[in-house]
């Protein structure tokens, strides 16, 4: 129920939509062979010249639309198919599939006023579109409560849907709501118990232990070639967390890392385009960049920015910040990211030269397009926010995007979260990530990430010493007082005890930590990968002497601190 598909134009149910056009049908079939040879040999800005004048010659032809709108998805290039679909909805504006296709556009424009607008325009609330996008919406803009609601509404009519109990189970979930997300995710296992992704949800929730059955369901599952992959890969995931939870970190490795093989034989990894990113920011990102800068951007409200790698405590410094009076929480934001790719959009064609023109069209910036982009961040993130002064942005890959954020906010802070590199480097490996960190998949592809992360945090440490404040997760956890102080002393906040009272914070959180943060702090975990260290030698070996940095760097920064 829950999935958005971009329409092919190949699609036969949207070609034959409409059979008139002023090109006669041997013409148009060639034209339509040269626009997929062109999107199949990446060649976006040949498909989409090529669609364009098909389009502006056949704009009743669904097959023309479907391929320039595919054509520009895949560019990303998502405000030129946002024109596209609306230009369309003016010849016909109550389909709801376009308004669906227009609201997911909006989305990752992060436009979310305006797909509220969209959505509120279908009248039917009952059709099964509606309710895909404005989960969808609801999900996107931290609003579960929402979420929630729909789903059980949804579930009135259609019992029997196991992804909408599943969904339903991570939103419950998110909520901290224990035990009604069980009973959801086990209502989705009654309904269709050869889905891998239930079993990674019940995995995923601490203290609950899958019955003989359930685990018995999920190794058939992970050992039969005929089942989808992501069934496979999803019921590896649990497994490995089952047996990781039963101390046998032998078997639960061996599920991990049959996970990860999969994923990366679907989604290989390919580290040039970040690398080539990382030296044009060590290239062009230097004292006078930053100093040209210091005045410009949006002044009102203040940003929060935590990054570091995944899965190294960016929700539990969230929820500690976000506990004072004056800190609104907003979770991960994508706007910057999204941003940033549309900054370098106007000649590229592709996400990789996107990453590797970004330091480049940035460079060129003036006080105006700073101010623009700043006032941009503000009022589309309003939706995630309430009015206190400051709020976090915890994306953790916005480290990337540093030179961006200091280029349109003057007073934006930046709090660079750090965990040891072999915790990361397993943690990351256990966490089935929906997208964005391929890297994670490969012990040396997540060896080389790390030491590129370290090696861009200097760098701006360099350029611009005392921007950010660097936290180590292990000082966060065996010196907390000191080290929330710090963090507030550094956004200019006075120190509230309710900040060490964190795990008494209501709200929703939708990482992997969401129940870690709703407990007080412990540190039984710090050094939890030493269960798997005979398995993680070509990690170990990969990260080499930044190991000792690092343990060196966070021992120094736990002494300087405790006299703080």
């Known amino acids: 129920m829950f999935n958005n598909t971009v329409a092919n134009g190949s699609n036969n149910s949207s070609t034959t939509a409409h059979s008139t056009s002023p090109i006669k049908a041997d013409l148009r079939n060639n034209i339509i062979l040269k626009i997929q040879d062109a999107i199949i040999s990446k060649d976006y800005k040949l498909a989409i010249a090529l669609g364009r004048e098909f ?74 579109t509606y309710l895909k996008s404005a989960y969808k919406l609801y999900k996107e803009t931290g609003d579960l409560v929402s979420g929630k609601e729909l789903l059980k509404k949804f579930l009135i009519t259609q019992p029997y849907n ?108 390919d580290a040039r385009p970040y690398s080539d990113l990382a030296d044009s920011i060590k290239t062009n990102i230097n004292e006078d960049f930053f100093a040209q800068r210091k005045e410009w951007g949006a002044d009102k409200n203040v940003p929060v920015f935590v990054v570091g790698m995944p899965r190294s405590g960016s929700t539990l410094t969230e929820q500690i910040l976000v506990s004072h009076s004056e800190v609104d929480g907003t979770g991960e934001l994508p706007n910057i990211i999204a941003y940033s790719k549309r900054v370098a959009l106007h000649d590229n064609i592709n996400l990789e030269s996107q990453l590797e023109k970004h330091v480049e069209h940035l460079l060129a910036f003036n006080t105006d397009e700073a101010r623009y982009w700043g006032d941009l961040y503000l009022k589309d993130t309003q939706i995630r926010r309430g009015n206190a002064k400051y709020f976090v942005d915890k994306m953790p890959s916005n480290y990337w995007y540093l030179p961006f954020i200091y280029t349109i906010f003057k007073q934006a802070k930046v709090i660079d979260i750090r965990r040891h590199p072999m915790s990361v480097g397993l943690a990351v490996q ?28 200097d760098h701006y440490e360099k350029v611009a010493p005392g921007n950010i404040l660097t ?38 959180i939708k990482t992997p930590s969401a ?35 690092y343990e060196e760097r966070q021992q120094q920064a736990l002494v300087q601190s405790r006299g703080y």
């Open 55 to 128: 389009y502006n010659a056949n704009k009743n032809n669904k097959a023309a639309f479907n391929l320039l709108s595919n054509a520009y998805i895949l560019k990303t290039d998502i405000e030129a198919d946002r024109e596209l679909i609306t230009e369309q909805l003016a010849m016909d504006p109550n389909d709801v599939e376009l308004k669906a296709r227009l609201i997911q556009d909006l989305v990752a424009l992060c436009q979310f006023d305006e797909a509220f607008e969209v959505l509120d325009s279908i009248k039917d609330t009952q059709h099964p």
């Open 162 to 269: 196991w992804e909408a109990h599943n969904q339903l189970g991570t939103i419950l979930h998110s909520l901290g709501q224990r035990d009604e997300s069980i009973a959801a995710f086990k209502k989705a296992y009654d309904i269709h118990p050869d889905k891998g992704i239930i079993y990674w949800g019940l995995a995923n929730i601490k203290s609950y232990s899958l019955t003989k059955e359930e685990k018995r369901y999920a190794k058939y599952i992970s050992k039969t070639p005929s089942k989808e992959k992501d069934d496979i890969i999803n019921a590896c995931y649990a497994l490995g967390k089952i047996y990781e939870d039963e101390k046998d970190y032998e078997n639960s490795y061996k599920h991990y890392r049959k996970a990860n093989d999969l994923q990366r034989s679907i989604d290989p990894h």
């Open 430 to 457: 256990k966490q089935s990530f929906n997208t964005g960190h391929n890297y994670s998949n490969g012990q040396k592809s997540t060896a080389e990430r790390y030491k590129s992360y370290m090696d861009i945090m």
């Open 471 to 508: 936290v180590y997760y292990e000082n966060l956890v065996q010196d907390t007082e000191n080290q929330i102080r710090r963090m507030l002393d550094y956004i200019s906040l006075p120190f509230e005890k309710r900040c060490l009272d964190f795990y008494k914070t209501k709200r929703p």
């Open 515 to 549: 129940e870690q943060v709703r407990q007080p702090i412990y540190k039984d975990g710090l050094e939890h990968w030493k269960n798997y260290e005979e398995f993680l030698q070509p990690l170990k070996q990969e990260l080499g002497e930044h190991l000792f940095v």
